[in-house]
């Protein structure tokens, strides 16, 4: 995920013109039947921690389990599951230390804290609204509003103290700004002396693996590791419901490629797709976004820049219009060179249409080999591959040959010593080699330096050995490239919900959720027509039919059949299963289909497996409606 | 999850003599074929932390999916998915603050840290060992070695310097002991000033969230809810590999139940199975692990408290059996009354047997009603569920009913304490009201006290109108209790690790694991017998058909098929289906399941509903043999 920028770009999106997107009548539902809550919420809340309930925590199960299907599976990459807990050294080496920062200041008298460039650009929104505002000022403001982006502590503090502005809500005076890492911050053990955080991102679990996974696909290049799992973000002052949160689940692929072949065997499966692009440089030209260029033109244009990429790109698209976004609702942004998180070269946002503007929900980053190299010089393990040269190369070097036995008894006074001076020999870079050899060749001795102290390896007392030597090498090592797709799960979450949110026609406080089946949260309810005994001695052998296909189910007993209806759409379960008169007579049951309101009549047998198989996309609800009579009794129910 | 206790049961588990598990070949297998890492292993790791590679990630995953499947599918439950960060109040009011706590003692100059019931145990250990102990003596440190679990600060101070107890490595002296509380803790917000901490077990979410769960369920009790999540621990010195880590997978079910009727629907189903029960009884009495007795007869002599709770030790049972545990190395004990969880009322461990001893790896506490109750107090929010009484009851009361208009304008010098004063009124307990009646009663007016100042509320002035009633009541509130199932997922990984891993009977070298298809990491690998396009061109359409059938795979191309069968049966992988000259001719491959090394030859259309049919226990590879003709040409293979 991206560690800057991203924001930008939303708060521009809102002020876009959307369609009307019914948020109030989202929220209600997902409130009232238990998608997400406010965690916490009778000790009231903490900002941007929200809980899964059983319907929001299944659309998130299956919407984790349908990318698993579509990635893992299809892609065949390697699945690990790293830990939350990341000591400092690995953050710090990703740059995440220094960089995951935003600027805050604080009410010097209520200690309330904001996100400086969120403070100023609503208090410029304020002033613009004042009357009398003139053309220039107006102008002078705007100008403010966009470079705050890119301010930093001296130039915000300079800005709040020439423009005079106060803390929001009580007019106190502000401090000095200052940077806020947002990373949480923990102890790991008990001498409160190893600091550690909760990881940012899941890549870096990826990147410290390396060696391991590479040794897993028999040291093969290109392939890709993938992890479903938390990432933390201790917001500043978190706002926007689930599109802002501390804790959330991502879902990220790193997938190592050779950059001499940034190729894509299946990218021809894919070539032919046509997704809108925005290109960084139409934004800035205010140039359109495409929409008619297929992902074969576009990489031959060189506006998306290898093969990996675009097919990444088309197969986030499919991904995301399988489990429920509006194709004309996502578009593919490219950052700018200003926006681009510290790692990164290039970077693609999937970008999906909400109430609240355009938001980036999955990000495709190239990452370079920032990580692999930086964790290389830090961990002193080579984390690379290699490849074969076309032509052998001669290369010629020096050998350091240190005899450590002698070394440590001649140096046995001083053993720790010793140990970091064969330790400080293993590591010499071929440029000091070449520095100790020259030595060597001249008095057949070496000076080391460990930690300030001088150590002298002598030929003739045996303790060091050097040789120059020519070699043949027939492959030499690289850096592998990382292009990453990282989605964050909670956002899509989110969309998917705002996208599949629809009104009966006839009746607009009849709301439903048309979620394609196989991310539905329960894909059955069972509806005994009337609730006595004749009726609920059906309810057990229809939950086993479902059960032994792994379809989940809500029984729900109570009410008029029309009411229970309403009930179960306002949640999203695609199928009605009812038992009635008829089911008494021959063990059928009717089926009814959510969006569409169809009926037909099936035996109690057969309704497990029509179910799975149009939950697994093997089997489509049209097709299924033409082989089973229809039921029309059922018209009279809906209204 | 029970926070006491099971450290010293474990602990003892160790003395006993256990099977020749092969420990050192199984963490070989685990490390080289990337099931499971130390985290974080290029900078040194960190103690208790370990990542799951593609192996260890897939059978991690399918073990939750089986679980998901036999519990929540199977019994209805409520998935819910809570966050791990987690404010002070939530886990004061649970007791975790106070009582999540082990004690720890330093080195003095090191600072190394140890448990220090750990440290004593293991000094006793030496010191038995050495030349020339007495009985007397011998007995006295076996005293001290028993007593230590119970110990507190001041005993365990006492007892390091009695004994002259040393930091272990170093000899140094020792602190004295403090109390480490084991949550890891964090700031939530820029602030400074919110505590929180990263949960200890995911029940908290439940509690928390047990209105919203109520009425889900339509205001019906009993029902359970259920989560899948992480867990953290921030043990003091961990070791035991998988089995004591700092940050670990739960799968928690909180079974709500009316404490009036414990029993359950379904009890009848599993009455007849028969469990290893030890209970507490026959631990302090060093009575046998009773092996004949059905879960029936158990909750019928009470030596199982309740159908819930025996319904629950049953379905762990299945659960456990079916993912590949050994009937013979499972066994249910009680908690002894001083080993309980400061919550429980009562506590069956599910431990398995493994080369550490006997290990808890699942936990069902009766936690009573102390969680809904403390959090109701705490957060004046009413966790309760109601019951209808079978006879109407009169009850009399006060009505308090202030009139916050006048109120607000009588004191509108001082609105804080005015809103101070009437929150207060508002949570007006029934025996306070009492108090003020009798005093509205003489004299028209009240007084009430709100932080030390008094406030007089007057009849006369419309402040405040009080009156007695009497109310038919036909239905009461309750707490319910809560019956937890909770099980350490990592820990029945490992478990099922050391009970599937297996050598082929004429090869020593050659291991494999026989777990059940269900949860194997790769259920097939597709294996070309000559790497060649001829043979190369089948394994996209093998692909294709498996990945329609959702099964997980893994190509092979390199080496003999017999090497490329050792490496498959090495991490598990149950059916590999081999492209071989026939297939060439009639598109028929051979299938050879793992454990009986026997092979069939299938059409290639069919292989990937056999394997899937296999994984989902709807076919048994017994029967599937049956219906497709022997490959006899592989025992020559197969050495």
Redesign the interface.
């Given at each position: 995920m991206s560690t800057k920028g991203n924001k930008k770009k939303e708060k521009e999106g809102q002020k876009k013109e959307v369609p009307k997107y019914d948020r109030a009548g989202l929220e209600n539902v997902m409130k009232r039947?238990?998608f997400v809550?406010p965690?916490?919420?009778?000790?009231n809340g903490?900002?941007g921690?929200?809980?899964?309930?059983?319907t929001?925590?299944?659309l998130?199960?299956h919407i984790e389990q349908f990318w698993r299907?579509h990635f893992i599976?299809?892609e065949?990459l390697?699945?690990?599951?790293?830990?939350?807990?990341?000591?400092e050294?690995?953050l710090k080496t990703s740059g995440h230390v220094d960089k995951f920062t935003d600027y805050?200041v604080?009410d010097v008298k209520t200690?309330?804290?904001f996100r400086a460039d969120k403070l100023i650009k609503e208090w410029v929104d304020k002033e613009k609204k004042k009357k009398k505002v003139s053309e220039a000022r107006v102008k002078e403001l705007e100008e403010l509003a966009t470079k705050v982006d890119n301010y930093e502590e001296k130039e915000i503090d300079e800005a709040i103290e020439k423009y005079k502005i106060k803390s929001p809500d009580t007019g106190n005076e502000l401090s000095k700004s200052y940077q806020?890492n947002l990373m949480?911050?923990?102890?790991?053990?008990?001498?409160g002396?190893?600091r550690?955080f909760?990881r940012p991102e899941t890549a870096q679990?990826h990147f410290?693996?390396f060696?391991?996974?590479l040794?897993?696909n028999?040291n093969r290049i290109p392939f890709g590791?993938a992890s479903i799992g938390?990432g933390?973000r201790?917001?500043?002052?978190p706002r926007s419901g689930l599109l802002r949160v501390?804790?959330f689940t991502m879902a990220e692929i790193e997938y190592f490629v050779d950059p001499q072949h940034k190729e894509h065997k299946k990218f021809h499966t894919l070539k032919d797709l046509k997704l809108p692009l925005w290109s960084a440089k139409n934004q800035l030209s205010n140039g359109p976004i495409e929409t008619d260029m297929t992902l074969g033109e576009a990489v031959e244009k060189k506006i998306i820049d290898n093969e990996t990429l675009g097919y990444f790109l088309g197969k986030t698209y499919l991904f995301l219009t399988g489990i429920g976004i509006r194709k004309d609702g996502i578009r593919f942004r490219q950052h700018t060179p200003k926006e681009m998180a510290h790692y990164a070269s290039d970077c693609w946002d999937a970008e999906i249409e909400t109430s609240y503007g355009w938001v980036e929900c999955a990000g495709h980053a190239d990452r370079t080999c920032f990580d692999l190299s930086h964790?290389t010089e830090?961990?002193g393990?080579e984390?690379v591959a290699s490849r074969l040269l076309k032509e052998t190369k001669v290369i010629k070097g020096v050998k350091l040959l240190p005899n450590k036995g002698s070394i440590f008894k001649d140096f046995k006074d001083n053993k720790e010593k010793a140990k970091k001076l064969c330790e400080k020999l293993d590591r010499t870079s071929e440029a000091d080699k070449e520095k100790y050899m020259q030595e060597y060749e001249k008095t057949g001795k070496i000076e080391v330096d460990v930690d300030g102290e001088k150590f002298v390896l002598d030929k003739e007392k045996n303790e060091i050995k050097m040789e120059r030597f020519e070699q043949n090498v027939h492959e030499e090592k690289y850096y592998p490239n990382v292009i990453e797709p990282s989605f964050g799960i909670g956002r899509i979450v989110y969309c998917v919900m705002e996208h599949c949110f629809k009104v009966r026609e006839k009746d607009a406080r009849r709301t439903y959720f048309d979620f394609p089946p196989a991310v539905a949260p329960y894909k059955a309810s069972i509806l005994p027509l009337i609730e006595n005994e004749e009726f609920l001695k059906f309810v057990e052998p229809i939950r086993k039919v479902l059960?032994?296909n792994?379809v989940?189910?809500k029984?729900d007993e109570?009410d008029s059949i029309g009411r229970r209806y309403a009930r179960t759409d306002e949640i999203g379960v695609p199928f009605g299963i009812t038992i009635d008169d008829i089911t008494l007579k021959d063990n059928t049951v009717t089926l009814r289909e959510i969006d569409t309101m169809k009926q037909i009549r099936v035996p109690i047998d057969e309704v497990g497996t029509i179910i799975k198989n149009v939950c697994?996309r093997?089997e489509k609800w049209e097709d299924i409606v033409k082989k089973y009579p229809a039921f029309e009794q059922a018209k009279k129910e809906e209204k």
């Open positions: 039947r238990f809550v965690a916490f919420e009778i000790y903490v900002a921690l929200y809980d899964y309930g059983p929001g925590c299944a998130k199960n299907e599976l299809e065949n390697l699945e690990i599951s790293g830990t939350c807990l990341t000591p050294i690995v805050a604080k200690g309330q804290c806020f949480f911050e923990t102890q790991i053990g008990p001498t002396g190893f550690g909760l679990g410290v693996n060696k391991n996974l040794n897993f028999s590791s938390l933390f201790n917001e500043i002052a501390r804790e964790h830090a961990s393990v984390l059960v032994q792994g989940s189910y029984i109570a697994n093997t």
